[in-house]
């Protein structure tokens, strides 16, 4: 996705001289493009993500674009307060590129997972945010938020081979994508993790159930009324995401359910623990949090057969 | 030296496209921000319109004395502290804003952007605001009123306030930013933040110090407010700055040192040589409290307001 992202932007950066592309000293071989292309709108401006904010808030309201890139992790977290006092508050168009969602830097370990980035973010008033599935959507993805007003939010990950089978690369801001429908149960995936759900759903289907798919790619603001629609239509919601299960695309399902009275269970699929300590490859991870193909079909089955589990909170 | 060539080497380039990107104001009315229109490219020669350009009556030292004034009384009425921190700063907004500032207008593109970093100072900008008419006696005297804008901090809605500040440790990214810009565009807008010496503790500033020293933004102005006072203590007390112009210098700003209360010395300080290859850094060592005996150096005066004794005496000092 990230070298996807940064091709795209090249293109649109031959076009409009106000994009200008900030790292903090990460993306080697992949922000490379960007910067030969254009030596003068480049800044690598060293491991300090508190200032490339700032920067960013000041260059946006000279009237530039700025593109800010770095890990979910660090450019989220360490830069949090200036997100939210600098291209939050005063409503700028600073564009924050987070590679990394979830487990994809397995090995590099905890500091370096992001499992909680959507959560903190999605909180912020006018801040959107874009988790694309795949390399494809989310070059389709930049195409088409880049120019909107206000800060955009880009959880990246690092795949630039994989795509998610019916994508296509399709993208809609205001219309979540739906790979399969179904009326047992509907799976909602954020992220590059959809390659999984969807690879869960094909093996529900084989097994005669009838599950629904929904790619939501644009988070914040939340396309409410497609979500509305589509889970007002099955008894079981299930959420897939490599994030904790709190403040994600589970808590939103979940707010969505609860404050349009709809009759229908949510599951959330997600990191439930701290994920320190033993650690290997991002499958690894991935399975030890239920996230692998086959532990979505578990989740899947006990969801369809079974009572209500004991939920989050009851641990 | 080849980040000062690649700076200068866009601004040709930018202005052969006949773009001013700068001049693009960013539209909250529609979907999508507006795109750059080559009228907004003319930048009017602008020179140092100032209050006491309008109404020579208002000398830089009235100026000190009208925004004293308007601390002592907007803090009263408020019942809000911060009075040391904005008599310490006092003159060196009157400097800005009584002649080196070149703002035309609050909403004009071009005009050299000023940050206030130490928000909590922000009754002393309210005033320098209403001396250039920008914001009107009502929202001063609305200072911490329900529904009004001029909170404890600055809040970009008001006309004047460039960025909302509050949090210490942000404003110098803002204008590091602002000052980037400027030069991407050819313009030559300057950028003014004034930051408090305890500011500096936090690591934030140093990263946007390295940045502008590694950019040669010659166009950016750090004013620190060296008054040697934190909330709880004294700041060799918590953590020693000193030498502060030192820590500046050595990481490559061109370091003035000045008497925070000399209009003379500031006016002729802030309005120093934008061509240099470095930003520059006004150490100006002020007094905390400046005006008010009893203010002067006291911890106390951070977040106290005053009883109605004390307040006369303060107008008494300040007025006379």
Redesign the interface.
């Known amino acids: 996705m990230r070298r996807a992202f940064i091709r795209t932007l090249v293109d649109l950066a031959e076009d409009?001289?106000?994009i200008?592309l900030l790292t903090g000293d990460l993306g080697y071989t992949v922000v490379e493009p960007f910067a030969e292309r254009f030596?003068?709108?480049f800044?690598n401006?060293?491991v300090?993500e508190?200032?490339m904010?700032?920067?960013?808030?000041?260059?946006?309201?000279?009237?530039?674009?700025?593109f800010v890139y770095s890990m979910t992790t660090f450019i989220v977290l360490r830069a949090y307060?200036?997100i939210r006092?600098?291209p939050v508050?005063?409503?700028?168009?600073v564009r924050i590129v987070g590679v990394g969602g979830g487990f994809e830097y397995a090995s590099a370990g905890f500091t370096h997972f992001g499992v909680d980035d959507v959560g903190v973010m999605r909180v912020q008033p006018g801040l959107t945010i874009v988790a694309p599935a795949d390399h494809e959507q989310a070059a389709s993805a930049l195409r088409a938020t880049w120019?909107?007003?206000g800060p955009i939010y880009y959880r990246l990950g690092k795949d630039d081979v994989s795509t998610v089978p019916g994508l296509n690369g399709r993208f809609d801001p205001q219309r979540p994508q739906t790979l399969a429908d179904g009326h047992e149960l509907l799976i909602l995936a954020m992220g590059a993790i959809a390659r999984q759900a969807e690879e869960a759903v094909k093996q529900l289907a084989a097994a005669g159930h009838s599950v629904g798919l929904i790619v939501v790619d644009t988070v914040s603001p939340p396309p409410l009324e497609r979500l509305r629609h589509a889970l007002a239509s099955v008894p079981v919601a299930m959420t897939v995401e490599a994030h904790y299960l709190v403040g994600g695309l589970g808590s939103l399902v979940s707010e969505v359910v609860a404050e349009r009275g709809l009759p229908c269970r949510v599951v959330r699929c997600g990191v439930a623990t701290m994920p320190v300590g033993r650690t290997g490859s991002e499958a690894y991870m991935a399975a030890q949090h239920g996230l692998s193909t086959e532990g979505l079909v578990a989740s899947a089955l006990r969801a369809l057969n079974g009572p209500a589990e004991a939920g989050h909170y009851d641990s | 030296m080849r980040s000062a060539c690649r700076l200068r080497s866009l601004s040709v380039g930018a202005q052969e496209a006949g773009h001013d990107v700068a001049a693009t104001k960013y539209h909250g009315g529609g979907h999508e921000i507006i795109p750059s229109h080559p009228m907004n490219k003319n930048v009017v020669a602008r020179g140092r319109s100032s209050v006491t350009d309008r109404d020579p009556a208002t000398s830089l030292p009235a100026l000190a004395k009208q925004i004293r004034l308007a601390i002592l009384h907007g803090s009263k009425r408020a019942n809000v502290g911060h009075i040391g921190s904005a008599l310490s700063v006092t003159d060196i907004l009157a400097a800005l804003y009584g002649q080196v500032l070149r703002v035309p207008a609050p909403d004009d593109p071009q005009r050299d952007r000023f940050i206030l970093s130490k928000g909590h100072a922000a009754l002393a900008l309210y005033a320098a605001l209403r001396a250039r008419d920008w914001i009107d006696d009502e929202t001063l005297a609305g200072y911490c009123r329900d529904h009004t804008f001029a909170g404890v901090h600055p809040d970009h809605h008001l006309p004047g306030i460039d960025f909302s500040t509050g949090s210490l440790g942000q404003g110098l990214s803002f204008g590091a930013g602002a000052a980037l810009a400027a030069k991407l565009s050819g313009a030559d807008r300057r950028v003014y933040v004034l930051l408090s010496d305890a500011e500096c503790n936090e690591g934030s500033v140093w990263e946007s110090v390295m940045f502008a020293a590694q950019h040669r933004l010659s166009n950016l102005v750090a004013i620190v407010d060296v008054n040697g006072q934190q909330a709880l203590d004294h700041t060799h007390r918590v953590l020693d700055l000193s030498p502060l112009e030192s820590r500046w210098s050595a990481f490559g700003w061109q370091t003035h040192v000045v008497d925070g209360h000399d209009l003379e010395q500031l006016t002729a300080t802030l309005t120093c040589d934008a061509a240099s290859a470095a930003p520059h850094v006004v150490v100006a060592r002020t007094v905390f409290g400046k005006g008010v005996s009893f203010m002067e150096g006291q911890i106390k005066w951070h977040y106290m307001s005053m009883n109605d004794d004390e307040y006369q005496l303060a107008l008494e000092q300040v007025d006379r």
Do not use: Y
């Open positions: 409009d001289e106000r200008l030596p003068a709108r800044f401006v060293g300090a508190q200032n904010l700032g920067l960013a808030t000041g260059l946006a309201e000279s009237g530039f674009i700025p307060e200036f006092n600098g508050a005063h409503g700028l168009p120019r909107q007003e």
